[in-house]
């Protein structure tokens, strides 16, 4: 008779006979057969819900960008030279090129837009750009992030040609409820770009017109336009003095 164990007396652990044993072990492993397939439908599901919301975000961005740029080109003689500063994701900047013959740089404090326009990053202060090299300059809510107003409006004037014009949106904390939308606006950018400064639209008023502009048109804007940030906007479209 060989000296090898025979069967019967080997370790039933050598053959997995031991887990049979172990009545949880036996739970878990048919737990584990019977839940993966619904583990992996439900990260699926969310991994699906998660891009789907980022599509629809990044619609809605493109949107909103669109119809903004069709507002700006009413006011704008067609290829005008534009500045479009703090133009974050570039997506106005691209859509007034196309639909309006503009030729936009875009500038931020970013290090890239997302757009395939043409972009300079810049320090949030000083703009990257010759005196006079252009017929208009974009702010799309963005004077309430500049820390001194009165010399970011001494940039734009400087930039624009005499007569050039500047084409400003900005909210307006109007009401309570503005006020309370502004300030977890503020909230929320103040660690990125330092605390912002709303104004109601008199308190614009005078200070373009103490930088140097003259204001040529202003309209109220839906608070809806956003359902994200429902705050009351104005259009202002300024021309920049002789």
Same mark, same amino acid.
């Given at each position: 008779m060989s000296e090898a164990s025979s069967y019967p007396n080997r370790d039933a652990r050598a053959y997995g006979l031991a887990d049979w044993l172990r009545p949880e072990r036996v739970l878990l492993a048919y737990a584990q057969v019977l839940m993966n397939p619904l583990v992996y439908a439900v990260e699926g599901f969310a991994g699906g819900v998660q891009r789907r919301w980022r599509r629809e975000r990044r619609r809605r961005l493109v949107g909103r960008s669109y119809d903004m740029a069709l507002e700006i080109a009413r006011v704008l003689p067609r290829g005008s030279r534009v500045l479009d500063v703090g133009c974050g994701s /570039?997506?106005?900047?691209? =859509?007034?090129?196309?639909?309006?013959? #503009?030729?936009?740089?875009?500038?931020?404090?970013?290090?890239? #837009?997302? #757009?395939?326009?043409?972009?300079?990053?810049?320090?949030?202060?000083?703009?990257?750009?010759?005196?006079?090299?252009?017929d208009a300059v974009l702010l799309c809510y963005v004077l309430h992030h500049?820390?001194?107003?009165?010399?970011?409006? /001494?940039? +734009?004037?400087?930039?624009?040609?005499?007569?050039?014009? @500047?084409?400003?949106?900005?909210?307006?904390?109007?009401?309570?409820?503005?006020?309370?939308?502004?300030?977890?606006?503020?909230?929320?950018?103040?660690?990125?770009?330092?605390?912002?400064?709303?104004? !109601?639209?008199?308190?614009?008023?005078?200070?373009?017109?103490?930088?140097?502009?003259? +204001?040529?048109?202003?309209?109220?804007?839906? !608070?809806?336009?956003?359902?994200? =940030?429902?705050?009351?906007?104005?259009?202002? +479209?300024?021309? @920049?003095?002789?």
């Amino acid at each position: 008779m060989s000296e090898a164990s025979s069967y019967p007396n080997r370790d039933a652990r050598a053959y997995g006979l031991a887990d049979w044993l172990r009545p949880e072990r036996v739970l878990l492993a048919y737990a584990q057969v019977l839940m993966n397939p619904l583990v992996y439908a439900v990260e699926g599901f969310a991994g699906g819900v998660q891009r789907r919301w980022r599509r629809e975000r990044r619609r809605r961005l493109v949107g909103r960008s669109y119809d903004m740029a069709l507002e700006i080109a009413r006011v704008l003689p067609r290829g005008s030279r534009v500045l479009d500063v703090g133009c974050g994701s /570039g997506y106005i900047a691209h =859509h007034l090129a196309g639909v309006h013959g #503009a030729r936009v740089t875009g500038i931020d404090v970013r290090r890239h #837009a997302d #757009a395939p326009i043409d972009y300079v990053s810049f320090d949030g202060a000083s703009f990257p750009a010759e005196a006079g090299a252009f017929d208009a300059v974009l702010l799309c809510y963005v004077l309430h992030h500049a820390q001194d107003q009165s010399a970011f409006l /001494g940039e +734009v004037r400087r930039v624009l040609q005499t007569g050039g014009l @500047a084409v400003v949106y900005e909210d307006v904390p109007a009401t309570g409820w503005d006020r309370a939308v502004c300030a977890a606006h503020d909230r929320s950018w103040r660690a990125r770009t330092g605390p912002c400064r709303f104004r !109601r639209e008199p308190e614009w008023r005078a200070l373009f017109e103490s930088a140097g502009f003259e +204001v040529v048109s202003e309209r109220t804007l839906s !608070r809806w336009r956003n359902f994200a =940030h429902p705050v009351r906007r104005t259009l202002f +479209v300024l021309r @920049a003095a002789g």
